[in-house]
């Protein structure tokens, strides 16, 4: 989607908004690239994954996913229903629409009450703060989202817990764990290659 569709956010906000790889170098220096802009007071939209993303994005891409999606309401974890802020096939493609083809409107994905993922997602708990996590939760067995692959913020928190043994998981000593609940200075954009 290119740069543009982020530049006012980093204005409203006044929050550095990086564009970066997943390689562990690109994330470093994507990690750079917002420290050297909070060092100097700036928050700007910037590309340090120029090999692979254009400032303007991917045109061909884009007039394609025009031609057939269109914009939706849709539901987020921990958010509820945002308007406008999915895509759904446009009518003229609706034959493949696989919600509508095989009646999948009635399944709905409902995580156990006890899961605070929409809380993690929002930044407004940590993992361990959730009564299920390395418990009845884990990546063999997970009951939420984030646990399910190794990047999801809780199946990362459980991974990298204190006290975890390397021959396996056993009860993490959660009670030393310690990160800022502050709001994030600047944002790492990781794009897909
Ligand atoms: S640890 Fe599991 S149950 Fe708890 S928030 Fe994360 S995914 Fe949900």
């Known amino acids: 989607?290119?740069?543009?569709?982020?530049?006012?956010?980093?204005t409203k906000y006044r929050k550095p908004i990086v564009v970066t790889g997943f390689e562990p170098v690109d994330i470093l220096r994507g990690i750079?690239?917002?420290v050297r802009q909070?060092?100097?007071?700036?928050?700007?939209?910037?590309?340090a994954y120029a090999r692979s993303v254009r400032a303007?994005?991917?045109?061909l891409a884009q007039r394609q996913i025009e031609e057939v999606f269109q914009l939706a309401d849709r539901k987020w974890r921990g958010r509820g229903v945002i308007p406008a802020s999915g895509l759904e096939l446009r009518p003229a493609y609706a034959q493949f629409d696989a919600?509508?083809?095989f009646g999948l409107e009635r399944i709905s994905a409902e995580e156990p009450t006890e899961c605070i993922a929409g809380q993690v997602l929002?930044?407004?708990k940590r993992p361990y703060e959730c009564p299920l996590f390395a418990r009845q939760c884990t990546p063999e067995h997970p009951r939420g989202a984030p646990m399910v692959s190794a990047e999801g913020a809780c199946a990362a928190y459980y991974r990298y817990r204190p006290g975890r043994p390397a021959d396996g998981p056993k009860e993490p000593a959660l009670s030393s764990v310690s990160v800022s609940t502050r709001k994030p200075a600047a944002y790492l954009l990781l794009a897909m290659g």
């Open 1 to 10: 989607m290119g740069l543009e569709g982020y530049r006012r956010i980093a």
């Open 38 to 47: 909070l060092e100097q007071g700036r928050h700007e939209v910037e590309n």
């Open 56 to 59: 303007k994005g991917n045109l």
């Open 122 to 124: 929002q930044g407004l």
């Open 99 to 101: 919600v509508r083809r």
């Open 32 to 34: 750079c690239c917002c």
